[in-house]
Nanobody
Framework: QVQLVESGGGLVQAGGSLRLSCVPS????????MAWYRQAPGKQRELVAA???????TYADSMKGRFTISRDNAKNTLYLQMTNLKPDDTAVYSC????????????WGQGTQVTVSS
């Protein structure tokens, strides 16, 4: 059973920054793609950013220029650097992963809470 463990969430003021981390229980190379999703209270889960095995990245429009997804192979960790945070960014952020033959993200972390105060 693959496990993804997120960390780095917390309370930050608007305009501040946070860096989220996601550590999988297997080698990060075993996944074809990894992503960050978020879900705010009363809203549907939405994609924040994704990174495929070849380094291609995708961002939701509202996160472009503010969030950066990256991977550290030596630390076996996926990151989400978030800058210029806004109150609307308040949500539970979850890490997800899929393998090469999977069309959807099959593995999910428990999530980490990010709260941005105005």
């Amino acid at each position: 059973q693959v496990q993804l463990v997120e960390s780095g969430g917390g309370l930050v003021q608007a305009g501040g920054s946070l860096r989220l981390s996601c550590v999988p229980s297997e080698r990060i190379f075993s996944f074809n793609a990894m992503a960050w999703y978020r879900q705010a209270p009363g809203k549907q889960r939405e994609l924040v950013a994704a990174r495929t095995w070849d380094g291609t990245t995708t961002y939701a429009d509202s996160m472009k220029g503010r969030f950066t997804i990256s991977r550290d192979n030596a630390k076996n960790t996926l990151y989400l650097q978030m800058t210029n945070l806004k109150p609307d960014d308040t949500a539970v952020y979850s890490c997800a992963a899929r393998r090469s033959l999977q069309t959807e993200y099959a593995y999910w972390g428990q999530g980490t809470q990010v709260t941005v105060s105005s």
